[in-house]
C-alpha cells in the first residue's frame, strides 16, 4: 500500500488491488483517527476524522 501524501500528521494511502477496495478510496490516518475517504465526492466512508483533519484529506481530491 503505497503512501501518496504525508501532511500535517495525516498520512494518505491507497491500496493498488482494485477488485479488493472497490469504490475507489484513500485511506487517511493519524495517530487517533483513520477513515476511508471516497475518491469521487470526498467523503468518508465509515471511521472517525477531526473535522479539520477532514478539510484537509478533502482538498486532495
Known amino acids: 500500500m503505497p503512501t501518496i501524501s ?6 494518505i494511502i491507497m491500496y493498488l ?3 479488493e477496495h472497490n ?7 493519524t495517530q487517533d483517527y483513520a477513515a476511508p ?3 469521487e465526492t470526498g467523503d468518508i466512508m465509515e471511521g ?4 479539520k483533519q477532514k478539510c484537509w484529506s478533502r482538498n486532495l481530491f
Do not use: C, S, T
Open 6 to 11: 504525508n501532511f500535517y500528521g495525516i498520512i
Open 17 to 19: 488491488r482494485n477488485k
Open 23 to 29: 469504490p475507489p478510496h484513500i485511506h487517511a490516518i
Open 37 to 39: 475517504f471516497l475518491i
Open 48 to 51: 472517525n476524522f477531526l473535522e
